[in-house]
């Protein structure tokens, strides 16, 4: 039953794979004693210290694999600690008896629109990572007259400071005449305010963007801003299947925190 420790750690919330990879690699986990190597498994009963807390693995058949849509509403944003103690995305969601939420991606202050998370970290990862494809589909309004020239460099490719990148599709929805003209575009790639940064290529401004598509997954027209709205098993299950996961076992390996008491007794037995 023995899994990576990676993985166990992403199935109790504590971060996307990728992010535990690099607490392993700096150092920050120990297993039993021993400072943790990438690559390394861990087992039932096994002793874990995470950043100097102690853990110890155990099975649970009721961490299930869960994904919420959250409407994110302007001026709050994508982390967990700020230092100017602005909202957070996390402020509203509903608690877990077990592990943390993990945002899939971020959206940054001055977007709104469907924000996906989820408290399993390989899923997490799986959505992120770019192997993956999974289209973001944005609404977004423009200040300033786009020309059918403009629309093509868009679509072609035009070089940011850091890398090439383009929309999938543009489509405007009116007249590309008019002065202020909301468009949808698409892209696979998440870099940081990359719709933004692709217009600003051009010298033209985003006055309003709204995330309505991530992959597989809408945005419910009827959930207000603000609100949260949790998939379905199902529907969890077809997105993971996108992702190409398989489907979320009946067991798996996760750790708890460990009380004082069975903390010294397991440092006994790790002196033995």
């Known amino acids: 039953m023995a899994e990576r420790l990676q993985k166990i750690l992403a199935n109790t919330g504590l971060g996307s794979r990728r992010e535990l990879e690099s607490w392993i690699a700096a150092g920050d986990v120990r297993i039993n004693g021993r400072e943790a190597k990438l690559g390394d498994r861990a087992d ?25 849509i959250y409407h994110k509403p302007l001026g709050e944003i994508t982390t967990r600690d700020d230092p100017e103690k602005r909202r957070t995305v996390f402020d509203k969601l509903p ?22 998370l989820t408290n399993d970290g390989e899923l997490a990862n799986a959505l992120m990572h770019p192997s993956s494809e999974f289209e973001r589909q944005y609404a977004v309004r423009v200040n300033g007259r786009v020309s059918p020239e403009i629309i093509e460099r868009l679509a072609s490719g035009v070089e940011l400071d850091d890398g ?14 008019h002065a202020n003209q909301w468009f949808r575009v698409s892209l696979k790639e ?16 985003v006055s309003r963007s709204i995330r309505t598509r991530f992959g597989p997954v809408t945005l419910p027209r009827w959930l207000a801003r603000g609100k949260v709205h949790e998939l379905t ?11 190409k996961l398989e489907p979320s076992p009946a067991h ?4 708890i925190p460990v009380h004082p008491r069975h903390r010294r007794k397991a440092q006994q037995r790790r002196r033995k």
Do not use: C
């Open 190 to 205: 998440g870099r940081n305010r990359m719709v933004r940064r692709l217009w600003e290529s051009q010298d033209l401004q």
């Open 95 to 116: 608690r877990l008896h077990h592990g943390r939420w993990i945002a899939v991606g971020r959206l940054d202050i001055n977007t709104l629109g469907l924000l996906l």
């Open 252 to 255: 798996k390996l996760r750790i």
């Open 164 to 177: 090439p990148a383009k929309f999938e599709r543009i489509v405007a929805d009116a007249d590309t005449e």
């Open 233 to 243: 098993p199902r529907e969890i299950e077809d997105i993971a299947k996108a992702a």
């Open 44 to 68: 039932l009963d096994d002793d874990l210290v995470v950043r100097g807390r102690f853990y110890k693995v155990v099975t649970d058949d009721q961490q299930l694999r869960r994904v919420i």
